[in-house]
Each structure stands twice: as structure tokens, then as C-alpha cells.
């Protein structure tokens, strides 16, 4: 039997090449991290720098609290030349969402809820979420929250690229964990378990936080997340209503799951139902090749994650680093039949630093690339 090629690991000069950077000895310790501006008997205390995740938590179920302020830790990340300095997360872990963490997809704002609180799917499906701004209602069907521009349309019906409405059809999504999925070994998918043990080392610094799983398809990583216990919060979201669906037929299996801080949202990728900053954590698996635009995606990921927040995703490349260059152009020419927006190493690095995103790195193997980048 021949053996699996090893991962290649992409140097970045100045920056972390593995998920194990993060986890630089401590070197410093500031111990203030605010700043006073003093206006005539007044003063005002501005909050600079990064708080635990118990206070992000805390945030989240009470909105109108004024952060306190905490000591800032620092770490030293080693690079080939430089020395970079980056805030170190705290890794306490929260187990309780109990504020609101859904925004208007429209204008951002966040939604007014009606119903049972709690970030769980039973509470969920039996509330309602409204925008005082835009005056919309979002509501939940067949177990998932529909927080797409078009909910609750009538005529208007949107349609994307085949290479996003594949996913939409009943039969693609009831074989996705069926068959269809484990076909990617082909192409180098070391498979699900391994690919989660390699997204949770890129995931520590925002362990005990809000974790989305964009294109989740059938949940096949939203469970693992969920079922590791290590975030606050898991949401599944999905632009198929059918792998929604699925997703839920496979949550309902597991009863420690089903009852979890976990939920199932219908949305865009290119327009998050998110506020900006207020998620720790974003994966999404084998999904960049089916977006419609790559870098408006990105770019609103970009926009939801807090500072410090960490995005890792992986994808097919349109050919690897060791693809004969002789041979990259007629393979370029063969993948454009199949409808897909293949990308390369160099162009999702791009993609990932020209929206923002900082201490990228990547693995790949023969066709398959793990990336990780995090918001400065």
C-alpha cells in the first residue's frame, strides 16, 4: 500500500507557519490595559486590548455592561527574523450563551427577540426575531432560523451559481455523508477526524468563545465542535435549506448535542447575520471553491470576528506547489468545466491578508489546503 505524501507546511516569513505558534511561552505581562480621557470633573475609561472569554459571555447576556478592565497578557510569536507580539487569549471556558448573538442581515443591527432565551434549538424554533430598524421579522422553519435577505418573500425568488444551488438539491444533501463526502480523499483530505484535530490546534486561542460554522452542509464538523465542549456557542449555518435539514436529522441522533448551546441558521456567507466583532471563531470546510465571490466572503467574515478571532478553512486548490508548471495551465482549463472557483495557495493568502487578516499559514496536501488567519 503506497504511503500518504506528508503535509507540506508553507513557510510565511514574519509570521506563524503552524498551528503550535500560538502556543509561544509567555514573555511579558502588562498589567493595565486602559486609558482615561478626563473631561472637566468627568472621566471617561476607554478599554484597550483583549478581555477573557468569560467577558465576552458575559457581554453577550448583558449588552449594556460596561467592560471592566483587565490585565493584558502578551506572548512572543518567533519568527525566521523578527520577534511579533500578539495579546494572549485566556483559555477559561464558558459554557452559557445566554444573550442575543443574531443580527439583522439588512443593516447589521441587532435582532429583537420574542420567546424563550437561550442559544439552543428547541428556544429558538419557538421564538421570533425582529429588526427595530428595518422593521423585518425572521422566524424559524423545519428546526433552522432563516436570516437570509430573502426570508419571508413571496415572489421573489433568488438563484446562485450552479456551483452554490448543487448543495440546495434534496439528493446531493442527503449523500453528502453518504459517499460523497469521503471521495475527497482523493484529492488529499487527510478525512473528517483528522482535519478536526487540525482545525481545533488553529482554534485554541478562541476556545470558550462563539464558534460559526459557515457551509456547514450536513453538520459533519458542527457536531464535532459542539460535542468537544470547548466554545460557549456553536451555530451551524448553511444557505441549503436541505442540508439544514440534514444537519438536524444527524443532531437529533445525539442527545448531548440536541440540547447543547448549539443552532441551525440559513444565510448568506456573503452577508453574515452577525454584529461586527462579536464572534471568536469561524470555520469552513471544503466551502470556499462553491462561493459565488471568494473575497466578499471573506471580507464579511473578516467583519464578524472579534480582534483576535481566528478563521480556518480548507478547500481543493486548483493545483499544488508541486504540480509540474508544464502541467498547471491545462489543469486550470479541465477544473473551469467543473463550475467551481478553484483557487491557489498564493490566491487565498491574498484573499485572506488584502481583507485584513493577519498570521496566515497553511498545510497542504496534494490537492488539499488547511488555512488559518486571525483578525488583528
Known amino acids: 500500500m503506497a504511503t500518504r505524501p506528508p503535509l507540506l507546511e508553507i513557510p ?69 527574523s523578527s520577534v511579533a507580539v500578539e495579546p494572549e487569549i485566556q483559555t477559561e471556558k464558558v459554557q452559557n450563551i445566554d444573550g442575543e448573538v443574531f443580527s439583522c442581515p439588512i443593516c447589521y443591527e441587532p435582532l429583537i427577540r420574542k420567546g424563550p432565551s437561550g442559544l439552543n434549538l428547541n428556544a429558538i424554533y419557538r ?44 439528493l446531493v444533501s442527503f449523500l453528502y455523508e453518504r459517499g460523497w463526502r469521503q471521495n475527497f480523499n482523493r484529492s488529499g483530505f487527510p478525512g473528517p477526524d483528522e482535519e478536526f484535530k487540525m482545525a481545533q490546534e488553529y482554534f485554541k486561542p478562541a476556545e470558550g468563545g462563539l464558534l460559526v460554522d459557515v457551509s456547514c452542509g450536513s453538520g459533519l464538523f458542527t457536531r464535532k465542535f459542539a ?55 469561524v470555520h469552513a470546510g471544503a466551502a470556499i471553491h462553491c462561493w459565488p465571490s471568494p473575497s466578499t466572503a ?14 480556518v478553512g480548507t478547500t481543493f486548490l486548483r493545483y499544488s506547489p508541486s504540480t509540474p508548471l508544464v502541467f498547471r495551465p491545462l489543469r486550470s482549463r479541465i477544473l473551469q468545466n467543473f463550475n467551481y472557483g478553484y483557487l491557489t495557495a498564493e490566491e487565498i493568502k491574498d484573499l485572506c491578508t488584502s481583507c485584513g487578516l493577519t498570521n496566515y499559514s497553511s498545510k497542504i496536501q496534494q490537492s488539499f489546503i488547511m488555512f488559518s488567519a486571525q483578525k488583528p
Open 127 to 170: 421564538s421570533g426575531f425582529k429588526c427595530s430598524r428595518c422593521n423585518k421579522s425572521y422566524s424559524s422553519k423545519d428546526k433552522f432560523l432563516d436570516l437570509t435577505l430573502t426570508a419571508g418573500m413571496k415572489d421573489y425568488v433568488e438563484v446562485k451559481p450552479a456551483r452554490t444551488e448543487l448543495f440546495r438539491s434534496p
Open 298 to 311: 471573506i471580507a464579511e467574515i473578516t467583519r464578524i470576528l472579534r480582534s483576535g478571532g481566528v478563521f
Open 227 to 281: 460535542k468537544s465542549g470547548n466554545y460557549a456557542g456553536v451555530i451551524a449555518l448553511d444557505f441549503s435549506e436541505n442540508m439544514l435539514r440534514q444537519s438536524y436529522d444527524f443532531i437529533k441522533q445525539d442527545e448531548t448535542i440536541l440540547t447543547g448551546n448549539l443552532a441551525l441558521v440559513r444565510a448568506d456567507v456573503a452577508r453574515l447575520p452577525f454584529s461586527s466583532g462579536s464572534v471568536d471563531a
Open 12 to 80: 510565511n516569513k514574519g509570521r506563524p507557519t503552524s498551528p503550535n505558534s500560538f502556543a509561544a511561552p509567555r514573555t511579558s505581562t502588562m498589567s493595565m490595559a486602559s486609558a482615561a480621557v478626563r473631561t472637566g470633573s468627568s472621566a471617561e475609561v476607554r478599554v484597550i486590548g483583549l478581555t477573557n472569554r468569560a467577558d465576552r459571555a458575559s457581554r453577550l447576556r448583558r449588552p449594556l455592561q460596561v467592560a471592566s478592565v483587565r490585565p493584558l497578557s502578551l506572548r512572543t510569536i518567533r519568527a525566521s
